[in-house]
């Protein structure tokens, strides 16, 4: 019996004891008594109030008649002290912000067997945030209102008066170093109260807080112009997490990974493609990729494959020995094989890093790659490097599978490529057509995966020597060929184009595909003899320049892609909100739980539920009880005889069974039932 009541009763008496767990435990611990009550005065009163009863408190402490022990001193020490520092006291008021509180737990420790004249005076430090650099942007609320925030942004609240904020100024200065070009960054003062305010989070009663004290960080994703959408930064305050953090979950930025000297070659060169460039950061502290780092590796992921490995003493012999690397921090390109490293040394920032990128994001010889084509200028539905005025110009491409003989032919290709680089101002007095046409970048020497790109392979190469060179490898032998394209652009025609009718659009349907300039390609058939493939160059570039060939079109086979797009390519544009992700979400319910149970009207509303549900049980409880006192009760039986008879079959002859009745079952007109003496019930009374 006394089970069942309690399992009946069990919600009431939950949510009773959630009422009493808020209201007696929650409750205090959330909103504990003030410093002002520890003087006596009520809240918000002003630094002429809190002196007066400071003094009135203390006029007498050395006196026997109300003496105040050393405890007691301190906590009425440290609320004058807190509340007559007028930044103190604002963010105190307004937020609830109190970073020296530890110090009182620490003063009681220290003097609690010492008399009140042994504690050292003042308790609390001096504000040490002088003046503000005048590298932090500070945001105010009418600023902030006019520009919104539709790039991302990084922002800080903080104050004055606070030493922790005071401390993270150096730190707060290298983040702003490090985001430079990559988003906004900005400061608030708590004295801008409504913005402050705005940027706060709010309790459950509408009061603004911040919950993990100052300095605040907060970000606003691109595209986010409103509070829904930032999102609360809530790690340690150090420049390697808090970039990693507004790198990786408001821009949506790839990490670069760490590599040992063991693991270099197989997880990463091995792994990369051949027809990127390799780029190794050496780093000395290992922290992550910086932010603009990050984005250079987005930026340049079709270019570039970028990995970080770290210094140390013992292995700089193997940094110098294969590399040439000296000390760290370092960068290193690796490109084409038998091309020595690329080595920069020293600390770079943002715009030193991307003319880097610039110089270093192709192999000595480019490959001819979907991406790569319209810069190279070896694209038939683009122009030369030279520009749009430009009418022919010219492309080398080195046709071939990756094969040892390729590789030699890479080597040679090059050479030919540095002596025209290196010697094209003797080169333009002697007239040596190569050498005048890539200084005037109208020559652009390249390579093509004649695997890879089989059908843009068998389109140029067209000969005996195709299936050498072009598609998946047939034999063990593999030929490279070297061939020369010319683009031709038709003036006439670009400007006759201009005059037709932009409304007929069954010639722009039959146009579209076909390319608009005309290639010529020329094969070499020499020796691997540089000055000879200079002099086959600088002929056919002279024979193009000098005689006027038709000009006619077609339709050249589009280069195939090789590489997917990145995983952090998809989605990163999206506003992000403080909600979305697992661990953010779990972290968001714990909070608003939390929040919930200090709520002061949490334990009033529990206790009301209580009530409600125990009358509720109560209610249900007494209504059964009375339907099965109804249903017990006993009535007279008045069976009628003729119910008996239908209910008793007859006998059987012979047998102490009844038999079913038949339909030759007859009874006599004057028969009756007998009433039996030994009936199973009492004075004619049934029990239901």
């Avoid at 994001?361 to 991406?371: G, T």
């Avoid at 119910?643 to 006998?651: D, N, S």
Wanted: proline letters at 5%; a negative charge.
């Amino acid at each position: 019996m006394a089970k069942s009541i309690v399992k009946a009763y069990s919600i009431p008496l939950l949510l009773f004891s959630l009422s009493l767990y808020c209201q007696l435990i929650m409750v205090p611990r959330c909103f504990p008594s003030s410093h002002y009550d520890v003087l006596g005065i009520n809240m918000h009163s002003s630094v002429e109030q809190v002196t007066h009863a400071y003094h009135h408190l203390t006029a007498n402490w050395n006196s026997t008649t109300h003496p105040l022990d050393t405890v007691q001193f301190i906590q009425i020490r440290y609320a004058f002290e807190l509340l007559t520092n007028n930044l103190w006291k604002r963010d105190y008021d307004i937020h609830g912000i109190d970073e020296q509180y530890h110090v009182i737990h620490k003063m009681e420790k220290q003097y609690a067997a010492s008399n009140i004249s042994h504690v050292t005076l003042p308790l609390l430090e001096p504000n040490s945030f002088d003046t503000l650099d005048p590298d932090f942007h500070v945001i105010r609320l009418e600023d902030f209102l006019s520009e919104g925030t539709p790039n991302p942004m990084l922002i800080q609240v903080f104050s004055l008066g606070s030493n922790r904020c005071a401390k993270f100024a150096d730190t707060w200065k290298r983040i702003i170093n490090l985001l430079e070009g990559i988003a906004k960054t900005g400061v608030v003062e708590l004295g801008d109260v409504k913005l402050a305010a705005y940027l706060s989070e709010k309790r459950s009663t509408g009061q603004p807080l911040f919950r993990n004290g100052l300095p605040s960080l907060l970000a606003f994703p691109p595209g986010c112009k409103t509070s829904e959408c930032l999102v609360r930064y809530p790690g340690e305050l150090s420049v390697d997490a808090v970039t990693d953090w507004f790198s990786t979950i408001i821009l949506g930025l790839p990490r670069i990974m760490y590599y040992t000297k063991e693991s270099l070659v197989q997880n990463f060169l091995q792994r990369s493609g051949r027809h990127k460039v390799k780029a190794i950061f050496i780093s000395k502290s290992g922290e992550r990729a910086t932010p603009f780092v990050r984005q250079a590796a987005k930026n340049y992921w079709a270019y570039v494959s970028f990995a970080f490995a770290l210094w140390r003493e013992e292995e700089s012999s193997f940094w110098w020995n294969t590399f040439g690397v000296e000390s760290a921090p370092a960068i290193i390109f690796l490109k084409d094989p038998g091309v020595d490293p690329v080595v920069y040394h020293g600390s770079i920032n943002n715009s030193y890093f991307i003319d880097i990128m610039e110089q270093n994001k192709y192999h000595e010889l480019p490959q001819l790659r979907s991406v790569t084509s319209m810069e190279l200028g070896c694209d038939p539905r683009g122009y030369s490097r030279a520009g749009n005025d430009i009418m022919v110009w010219y492309c080398v491409v080195l046709a071939g599978r990756q094969s040892l003989e390729l590789n030699k032919m890479h080597q040679t290709m090059r050479r030919v490529q540095e002596n025209l680089s290196n010697d094209g101002d003797a080169a333009a007095q002697d007239k040596l057509e190569a050498a005048i046409a890539l200084k005037d970048k109208r020559l652009t020497f390249t390579w093509l995966d004649g695997e890879a790109q089989n059908r843009r392979c068998l389109f140029y190469i067209h000969s005996e020597y195709s299936y050498e060179t072009c598609g998946a490898r047939r034999d063990l032998r593999d030929v490279p060929k070297l061939i020369i394209i010319r683009y031709a652009r038709n003036g006439t025609e670009d400007s006759d184009k201009k005059e037709k009718d932009s409304n007929n659009y069954l010639a722009a349907y039959l146009a579209k595909d076909i390319d608009p300039t005309s290639q010529l390609v020329a094969h070499y058939n020499g020796s691997d003899d540089i000055h000879q493939i200079t002099q086959w160059i600088s002929t056919v570039i002279k024979d193009g320049d000098s005689r006027n060939i038709p000009f006619f079109k077609t339709e050249t086979p589009e280069l195939v892609p090789e590489d997917v797009d990145p995983i952090w390519s998809t989605g990163t544009e999206k506003i992000l909100s403080s909600g979305k992700g697992i661990m953010r979400r779990i972290i968001s319910l714990t909070t608003g739980f939390s929040d919930l149970l200090c709520d002061p009207r949490c334990g009033p509303f529990l206790l009301l539920g209580a009530l409600m549900s125990f009358g509720g049980v109560w209610m249900r409880r007494s209504q059964a009880a009375n339907l099965i006192e109804s249903q017990t009760k006993k009535e007279p039986c008045t069976v009628d005889n003729e119910v008996i008879k239908k209910r008793r079959p007859p006998l059987e002859p012979g047998s102490k069974r009844y038999k079913l009745p038949s339909m030759t079952d007859e009874e006599p007109k004057d028969a009756y039932q007998v009433p039996f003496s030994d009936s199973d019930s009492d004075d004619g009374i049934c029990e239901k």
